[in-house]
């Protein structure tokens, strides 16, 4: 019944109408008969996971992949040439840290092409600098780049001219010393996401970088340096191909289910290859240090590890963005988990 | 890292006495799912249409929501109780099936009305949740996304480069990248309106209030109201979704009343802001760069050839 | 200096500059904000004005701001002061400013030659005068001066349809201009949409519109929502029924289809289409002998007591008939179902004898559509019938009824319905526990009801259930009738409607109905109201003709052309196939789309000289020749096609003045925001031009032909633009007196020519000379009824009726549900609507022996339109198909009539022809063939034709595509699958639609069978955006007996997976198909 009158006074007792509830009738109507004897109950026993007609809770990654995994890859080689050839500079090794500065310059030049190619509105690509966001890693990069390309720059210029030698020198160093924070910073860029198979690996992805990159960068100089100069090159290819497989093997198993994607799929084909590329690149640096050719095999096949390590986890993450049980379930276990450990679910029944 | 320093603080009222935070309670339980909502917001923001693409998903042929779509509405058809609405159209009980399977018996056939089946049509308005921490703001690169002096999160379309960062940001799929256009575009819980003292295009038309405007702590307790109300009157199956601020984006300035799991609606049961984890990030980014830089200079060690 | 403040001023409004200096350092908030944001407005903010106005697609309507700026409509929003939306709007509301600014609409006119492929450019004031010529021409080639010996004064050659979308002020020039021309063939949506009401609620109540408006939803204690889809057609007036659940209301909703009204409802009760007199009759069944009814109130009220003729048989009688039924003629001779004593239809017993020799050789008479003249005044019947208080007499109405219903139990109601047992005892229970002296009850219906061949009678049974519950004319109570377009209630009023004139008086009919004094006979009451006839005519005559009109020339009732039987929009079609009818104008309608059997429509418009449609774009109806179904199947050839066809852009309603008037009755007025761009025009426009160009030709005629549109008065002040002014329209609808000075109420209305009036029912709209339509004195400063909102028919009243919401004594029946009452110490009613009396009548008034007209009701006479003041359980009159509902089977049906060996309504109209056939029997040969019930409806998306929500792209991305809805169970026997395509076929045509497989269709139990139904929106045609079938393709023209309203509802189909075939194989695949099913002429012709 309406518990509200029309009097002679006129309407007594109304309430908005967003305060109705369906299903009520029953117990409003005071019929008792036709009452259900149950109402609602737990429906169905929960099944392990449900959406929404199967669609993606995320919204796609819009970056294109050559773009974007190219900038990941791109970056990482210029980070870690120019601390390869920083090092190369130091210990007198000048014609590997002149090919290093130049994949330095070439790199990280490449690497903001395809980032303000991937822009949808490329000619605003100076709004990079309008804020400095702390919270945003394109931000903090977009900053870094800011100093570190000029000194990547410089030191290429200088390195080919020959003019300015301790303008360059120093530029060199410096370059040298951004150059692990360029290489590392688009780890957190792809991490700090919702996209679950890149935001789970956030302690393990800088590794994977890191080594990817320095996997490239001693590629490059084994490629593109005498093989007398390229030891260093040749090390840091080794190290760097461990760290990369090391850190992504144990991230892989780290993230359970969200690993998947690294395994299936175009991402995982990619991550096969990539590990495929590597290890067979840092075999010929362990091996291939007398024969210019096997070594010049050896760098490309360890660039293009790498190359495939980035577009093995952009594609990844591509996957896990569009499959909805990659977003529901860790997150539903984890309510689960913490409604078991008694804090319930914000707001639920 | 200025990352654990709060921008000017999305709860409390702006800097000097500045209007309080506003939002919107979506209570799904009274939506007739009649899209008003949809298009009223498009017809305020001019925004493109959004093509014709026959879904067979219930009466849903928007999808979600993205660059062309700021409100949506989710159409969902449960074998499952309505407190204790009487549909006669459910199936015989059985184990659960998934709708689509066909069952083959007739409602109706088994007598009395306890043996017949459940059935719900549930529709819910999806929108923005101007997310009290928000993931898309904190990483936009630009500055495009602010918070503006009512706590809600806008993209300004002057500013956006399209870098595209924030679309993966969002852990509820919201943001998206216009094609044609490049920029990213959201809801901007009508900016221009609640400036001129306007309330949202959606929550006007909105025929049965399934969308309420307003300041946001009275939103929320008259949220925990109306789930009183429901639970008392059986129906259990409600709950508030994104009202509490120890949730892992703070709270939502846009929450909603739910039927059933979020994930059913197509929402993140337990979103995390992704830039929660950013220092930590940081952290290991250091330690990675630190590894490169001795990795690199180990390499100088040993032979020289 | 000025280079340094440039560079400083550039680094401060640098953010970074800003993040560093202010408080924000992060730069996630007030240091980020761009010029744009900082200058942002609401654009609404700065609108030159906001101009008034009213939502132009349904019913309901929603108050409308439209924001204007430099002459352009830049925003339009709901009108938060509108008492009826509260400033919502549903998505088609939502969707105006697109509808009207969009690319979509057209601004040339267009021109077909005869057998032209493509269309040409024309400009404005040729197509004019073309189309002048070409009525000037037709006009005069079909004139008929006689029919059949009888003077009828009338061209068939010319016919005009639409008028629901119009303003009342176009659809009276329209009928106005017509009539005067001689053309009866006029007809709008009404017809097809809801002219069963004007039937059902006429006979029952006296009145042809909702009882009561859908704010006062908001109080009742029980909504039933049946045959309307009240959430999805009407969302804006849903927040009524929410507002009354909100304060603990039962909301139930019985339809086929478990729909988003469902969705909210308590109780969705499924039904079998086209069984509603079943389900309300067992409902009434259940009130009668379980003793629910509210006895006081059915005294008082109703005719309950009323004692009909010894020779009246009921259906249980004679199986299925009742008695007066001629098998050659399938009409029914009426004058047994008479109260005893009483004579129909006649103010004087020799005339009710000349009625009857009249009527009884001429059924053409009985099937012209007569019981819609019952919109505002009930049928006229003289003398007093004699009454039994105790209800006991055995030819009382209540016992006819009580066993009329007996056999419609909670067990027939299953299986004739497929309603499980213990949910109909729980409606049962609801409603009836819901009504009575401290509770009331509501119905909500629409076009679910009125779309069958027993339309009429689905809404009488309403109303028999509602008078015995006591639910009429009382807060929370009443029957509302949720009609469709914009002004759909206005083309009823002033109606755009072959046999009624504005006020539903009626046409007059050649055979009875020469003079004015028989007109009169015929058609007044000596009691009540409807007694005034002759006063409204006369002034309705006086307003037409002016001066030239007086009591020597009867008023110039000669000026009107004659029916001489059914004339209605698929009469006018009928006409078009046989040659007849030449010319057609389609203002506002899609008949290609919208009306049954799209097929038919499309050959008869093929068979035309001329064709003009006035509309926002090119719509299906203006290019059947080119690109129509039936080009596609060769059945026609571009060339071949003789149709000339004339497309004018019209102005919508942003363009243009005028009052829609809404299902509440309510007559808003909406302000012209801008001017039509291009050629648009208002239709107001068009009507007044195109008279003008005829009566500057026919200026010189001789011809008395020609007289009446000689003499018309056809002076409107027209502005700048050459548009007439809409007020002044109104005003002369309005009406005044001798001196001029506006009427404010049609009690001074008078018979002898001192006053005109063009429509009695609209007299008071301008009341001392104020425009009341465009009253909008905020509801927030008003009470529930906002009587100073506009105003509504009739007399500002909002519930109809009203008296009855006292007890005989003039006290509420209660405390809480006070709506007028009697003021013993001022001797008047009042209360908070305008009473629905006369305000001084007394409860304790009885007539004195002889009193005649209004001083024959009885203070207790609540239904004061009624010649006996009652609400009629038992329509003794009126009805052309029986006195009673009862329950027939559709026309297309799987089940047998398991109630009479009657299986279909008797007195249906059907059209057998090769383009309109009918499905055979259940249970005979072939009848397996089309095993499914189909029903039609509405998606809250889209607007019926589509021709506003089709090409407007918001709306079309909702919906993209035409579908069907299938239950699970139906996919399975019939290999569909969810998404894919089906072909739906039946004897008329195939259609193919995409599938939505669903449990909201459940399958019922009817007769120990399995039924299966399908589910169809019908918006759907060629042309626009959103395109795909039309669901009209499927149906058949058979109509109701007592309007010619289609069936639309309830048919049957086969439905098989796959898309149907293209050109030739769609036609022969329909073909192979008939040859199954064994159809010939004869099927489904049975009586
Ligand atoms: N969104 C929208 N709103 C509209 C319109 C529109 O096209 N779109 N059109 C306007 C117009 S012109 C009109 S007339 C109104 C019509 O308004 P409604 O009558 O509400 O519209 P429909 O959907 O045609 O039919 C109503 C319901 O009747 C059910 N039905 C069908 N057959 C039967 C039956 O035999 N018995 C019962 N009980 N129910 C049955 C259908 O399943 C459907 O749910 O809406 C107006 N409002
Ligand atoms: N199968 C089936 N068939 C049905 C129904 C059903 O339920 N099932 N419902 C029936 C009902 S209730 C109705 S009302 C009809 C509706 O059928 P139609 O009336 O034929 O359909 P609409 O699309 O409303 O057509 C109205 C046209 O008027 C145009 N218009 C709008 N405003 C104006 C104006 O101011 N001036 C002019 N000149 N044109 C204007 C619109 O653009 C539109 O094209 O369909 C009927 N047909
Ligand atoms: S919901 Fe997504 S887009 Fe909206 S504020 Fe939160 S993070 Fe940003
Ligand atoms: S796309 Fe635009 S709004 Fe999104 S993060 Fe990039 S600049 Fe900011
Ligand atoms: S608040 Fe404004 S922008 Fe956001 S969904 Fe509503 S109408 Fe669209
Ligand atoms: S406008 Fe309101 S009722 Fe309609 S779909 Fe949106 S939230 Fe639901
Ligand atoms: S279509 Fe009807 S309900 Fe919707 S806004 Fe217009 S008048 Fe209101
Ligand atoms: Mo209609």
Not at chain 1, 300 to 329: D, I, M, N
Not at chain 2, 44 to 63: K, R, V
Request: proline share 6%; glycine share 10%; with cysteine.
């Amino acid at each position: 019944m309406n518990t509200s009158d029309v009097t002679k006074q006129g309407v007594r007792g109304a309430r908005p109408g967003r305060e109705a509830v369906t299903g009520s009738a029953a117990v409003a109507g005071g019929d008792r008969r036709g009452r259900r004897r149950r109402g609602e109950r737990a429906v169905v026993p929960e099944a392990e996971f449900r959406s929404y007609y199967g669609k993606p809770i995320l919204n796609q990654i819009v970056w294109q992949a050559p773009d974007i995994a190219g900038y990941l890859f791109l970056g990482g080689l210029a980070g870690a040439s120019s601390t390869l050839a920083a090092g190369a500079e130091l210990t007198g090794r000048p014609a590997l840290a002149r090919a290093l500065k130049y994949t330095a310059l070439g790199g990280i030049s490449g690497s903001l092409a395809a980032l303000v190619h991937d822009l949808g509105r490329p000619a605003r690509f100076l709004n990079m600098l309008r804020v400095f966001r702390p919270t945003s890693p394109m931000s903090v990069g977009s900053w870094l780049l800011v100093g570190y390309g000029p000194l990547a720059g410089a030191a290429a210029v200088t390195g080919a001219t020959g003019l300015f030698p301790r303008i360059g020198r120093a530029a060199t160093l410096g370059a040298g010393l951004a150059g692990p924070a360029v290489a590392c910073y688009t780890a957190p860029l792809v991490c700090d996401t919702a996209v679950p198979s890149w935001h789970e690996g956030y302690r393990e992805m800088p590794f994977v970088f890191v080594g990817s990159a320095a996997a490239a960068a001693g590629g490059m100089g084994m490629l593109a340096a005498p093989v007398e100069q390229a030891a260093p090159a040749r090390r840091t290819a080794v190290i760097g191909s461990v760290l990369e497989t090391a850190a992504a093997t144990y991230m892989e198993r780290r993230m359970g289910m969200v690993a998947e994607p690294y395994r299936q799929g175009r991402g995982g084909a990619l991550m096969r290859v990539a590990k495929a590329l590597t290890l067979a690149g840092a075999a010929g640096a362990l091996l291939g240090h007398r024969s210019r050719a096997l070594s010049a095999a050896s760098g490309a096949a360890l660039l293009a590890g790498s190359a495939c390590t980035r577009f093995g986890v952009f594609w990844a993450g591509v996957q896990s963005a569009g499959e909805p049980k990659y977003t529901v379930v860790p997150q539903r276990r984890r309510l689960e988990k913490r409604r078991a450990d008694g804090h319930g679910e914000p707001g639920g029944s | 890292m200025a990352i654990d320093e709060q921008p000017a603080d999305p709860t409390a009222a702006g800097p000097g006495g500045g209007p309080p935070r506003m939002g919107f309670f979506t209570d799904t339980s009274v939506c007739i799912g009649c899209k008003a909502c949809e298009v009223a917001c498009k017809e305020w923001n001019m925004i493109p249409e959004d093509g014709l693409d026959f879904t067979g998903m219930s009466f849903d042929n928007s999808g979600g929501l993205g660059a062309d779509t700021w409100r949506h509405v989710a159409f969902i058809e449960q074998r499952a109780p309505l407190g204790f609405q009487e549909t006669g159209v459910g199936r015989p009980e059985r184990e659960p099936v998934d709708l689509g399977m066909p069952s083959f018996e007739r409602p109706g056939d088994s007598t009395g009305a306890d043996e017949r089946g459940d059935f719900r049509w549930l529709m819910s308005s999806d929108v923005c949740k101007h997310c009290t921490s928000a993931a898309c703001l904190d990483v936009c690169p630009t500055g495009s996304l602010f918070r503006t002096e009512y706590g809600t999160v806008v993209v300004q379309e002057d500013i956006c480069n399209g870098c595209g960062y924030c679309v993966p940001a969002c852990p509820y799929g919201v943001i998206d990248q216009r094609k044609g256009d490049g920029r990213a575009w959201k809801c901007t819980l009508c900016y221009d309106r609640l400036g001129d003292g306007l309330e949202p295009a959606c929550s006007k038309a909105c025929p049965t209030d399934s969308i309420q405007f307003g300041d946001l702590d009275e939103l929320r307790q008259r949220a925990d109201e109306r789930l009183g109300t429901l639970h008392e009157a059986g129906v259990s199956s409600a709950r508030l979704y994104g009202e509490d601020p120890d949730d892992g984006v703070d709270g939502t300035g846009a929450f909603f009343l739910l039927l059933d799991e979020p994930e059913v609606y197509g929402l993140p049961p337990d979103p995390v802001v992704t830039t929660r984890d950013l220092p930590s990030m940081w952290t290991y980014a250091g330690a990675a760069a630190l590894t490169l830089l001795a990795g690199v200079g180990a390499a100088f060690f040993g032979r020289r050839r | 200096m000025g280079e340094t403040m440039g560079i400083r001023t550039w680094i401060e409004s640098w953010p970074v500059y800003r993040q560093i200096t202010g408080d924000d350092r992060s730069g996630r908030a007030a240091a980020a904000k761009s010029p744009h944001s900082r200058n942002l407005r609401a654009r609404t903010a700065t609108a030159d004005r906001v101009v008034k106005s009213v939502c132009p697609f349904c019913a309901v309507g929603c108050g409308q701001n439209i924001y204007v700026r430099d002459d352009e409509v830049i925003q339009i929003e709901g009108d938060p002061d509108s008492p009826i939306s509260r400033g919502r709007l549903c998505p088609k509301g939502a969707a105006t400013l697109q509808l009207t600014t969009g690319p979509s609409r057209r601004h040339t006119v267009l021109y077909r030659p005869p057998h032209g492929r493509d269309w040409q450019e024309l400009d404005l004031d040729t197509a004019m005068e073309m189309v002048a010529d070409r009525v000037v021409r037709t006009r005069r080639e079909t004139w008929q001066h006689e029919y059949d010996g009888l003077r009828v004064a009338r061209t068939m050659g010319i016919a005009s349809l639409g008028g629901a979308a119009l303003d009342n002020e176009e659809n009276y020039l329209i009928k106005k201009l017509m009539t005067a021309l001689g053309v009866v063939q006029v007809e709008n949506q009404a017809r097809v949409c809801h002219s069963s009401t004007v039937a059902g609620l006429g006979t029952s109540f006296g009145r042809g519109g909702a009882t009561t408006f859908m704010q006062d939803q908001q109080n009742s204690d029980c909504i039933v929502i049946e045959g309307s889809n009240y959430a999805e057609a009407h969302p804006v007036g849903f927040q009524w029924v929410m507002e009354a659940k909100a304060r603990g209301a039962v909301v139930i909703h019985v339809d086929p289809r478990f729909s988003r009204t469902s969705a909210l409802a308590d109780l969705h009760v499924p039904i079998r289409a086209g069984t509603d007199i079943a389900f309300l009759g067992g409902i009434i069944n259940h009130v009668i002998s379980d003793e629910k009814y509210f006895r006081d109130y059915l005294l008082a009220f109703t005719n309950a007591a009323s004692i009909v003729n010894e020779d009246f048989r009921d259906t249980e009688d004679l199986d299925g008939l009742f008695s007066g039924f001629s098998e050659e003629e399938r009409v029914y001779d009426t004058h047994t179902w008479r109260y005893e004593g009483v004579d129909v239809a006649a103010a004087a017993g020799n005339r009710d004898q000349r009625y009857e020799e009249r009527v009884k050789d001429a059924p053409s008479s009985r099937r012209s559509g007569r019981p819609e003249q019952q919109g505002a005044g009930g049928v006229a019947i003289g003398g007093d019938p004699r009454e039994d208080p105790t209800l006991t007499h055995p030819r009382c109405v209540f016992q006819i009824l009580k066993r009329h219903y007996a056999r419609y139990t909670p067990e027939t109601v299953e299986e004739v319905c497929g309603i499980p047992r213990d949910m109909f005892l729980r409606v049962c229970g609801h409603l009836t526990e819901n009504s009575g002296r401290d509770r009331t009850s509501t119905f909500c219906y629409a076009v679910g009801w009125t779309q069958h061949t027993v339309g009429a009678q689905y809404i009488r049974a309403a109303s028999i259930l509602q008078l015995l519950l006591g639910n009429i004319g009382r807060p929370g109570g009443g029957i509302q009738a949720l009609r469709g377009h914009a002004s759909i209630q206005g083309s009823s009023d002033i109606p755009t409607l072959y046999n009624l004139l504005p006020g539903y008086i009626p046409m007059p009919h050649a055979r009875e109905e020469q003079t004015l004094d028989d007109f009169i006979a015929v058609g007044a009451a000596r009691k009540g109201f409807w007694s005034y006839m002759k006063a409204y005519t006369v002034s309705l005559l006086k307003s037409w003709w002016g001066d030239e009109a007086t009591p020597e020339n009867d008023f110039c009732f000669d000026y009107l052309p004659r029916l001489t039987g059914s004339h209605s929009a698929y009469d006018i079609v009928m006409e078009q196939m046989r040659g007849q009818c030449k010319g057609y104008f389609l203002m506002g309608e899609n008949p290609a789309v919208g009306s049954a059997n799209a097929r038919v429509q499309r050959l008869g418009m093929a068979n035309l000289d001329w064709l003009v449609v006035r509309d926002f774009s090119l719509v299906e109806s203006a290019t059947w020749w080119k690109d129509g179904p039936e080009i596609d199947s060769g059945e026609l050839r571009t060339e071949d096609i003789g149709t000339e066809v004339f497309f004018f852009p019209a102005a919508s309603h942003t363009e243009k003045s005028g009052t829609f008037t809404n299902t509440n009755r309510t007559l808003q007025w909406h302000d012209r925001a801008v001017p039509p761009r291009g050629d648009a025009r208002s239709d107001l426009w068009f009507m007044y031009h195109l008279g003008r160009i005829i009566r500057e030709r026919l200026a010189g005629s001789t011809d008395p032909a020609d007289r009446p549109i000689q003499a018309l008065t056809w002076d409107y002040p027209l502005d700048e633009e050459g548009e007439p002014s809409a007020d002044a329209v109104l005003s002369e609808i309005n009406g005044h007196d001798a001196e001029g000075r506006h009427l404010s109420t049609s009690t001074q209305l008078r018979d002898d020519g001192s006053t005109a009036c063009g429509c009695w029912i609209y007299c008071g709209v301008y009341t001392d000379g104020v425009n009341q339509a465009a009253r909008r004195r905020p509801a927030s400063e008003q009470d529930w009824i906002a009587s100073e909102w506009a105003w509504t028919w009739p007399a500002n009243r909002h519930i109809l009726y009203n008296r009855a919401s006292a007890d005989p004594d003039g006290n509420p029946w209660s405390p809480r549900k006070a709506l007028v009452w009697w003021d013993a110490e001022r001797a008047r009613w009042t209360g908070h609507d305008v009473p629905d009396f006369q305000v001084g009548k007394a409860p304790d008034y009885r007539p004195p022996e002889g009193a005649k007209s209004v001083d024959a009701l009885s203070g207790t006479d609540a239904f004061i339109m009624q010649s006996d003041g009652k609400g009629w359980l038992y329509a003794p009159a009126g009805l052309n198909d029986g006195p009673m509902p009862t329950h027939y089977e559709p026309q297309d049906t799987p089940f047998r009539n398991l109630l009479y060996s009657r299986q279909r309504n008797p007195a249906r109209l059907t059209y057998p022809g090769e383009n309109n056939r009918y499905h055979p029997d259940p249970e005979t040969a072939g009848a397996d063939v089309f095993p499914y019930v189909v029903t039609t409806y509405r998606l809250t998306e889209h607007f019926t034709a589509g021709g506003m929500s089709r090409w407007t792209p918001y709306l079309s991305e909702l919906q993209p595509e035409f579908f069907c809805e299938v239950s699970p169970e139906l996919a399975a026997e019939r290999g569909l699958s969810h998404g894919g395509w089906a072909t739906v076929v039946t004897a008329r045509n195939a259609i193919e639609a995409r599938v939505l497989i669903t449990d909201r269709m459940a399958p019922l139990r009817i007769h120990g069978r399995t039924a299966h139904q399908i589910g169809l929106p019908y918006h759907w045609g060629d042309n626009g955006y959103s395109v795909g079938d039309a669901g009209n393709e499927l149906s058949s023209i058979v109509l109701d007996a007592n309007v010619h309203i289609q069936e639309t509802k309830a048919l049957t189909a086969d439905i098989r997976p796959g898309r149907r075939p293209r050109g030739a194989a769609r036609t022969e695949l329909v073909r192979t198909y008939r040859q199954r099913a064994g159809i010939t002429d004869k099927t489904g012709m049975e009586v």
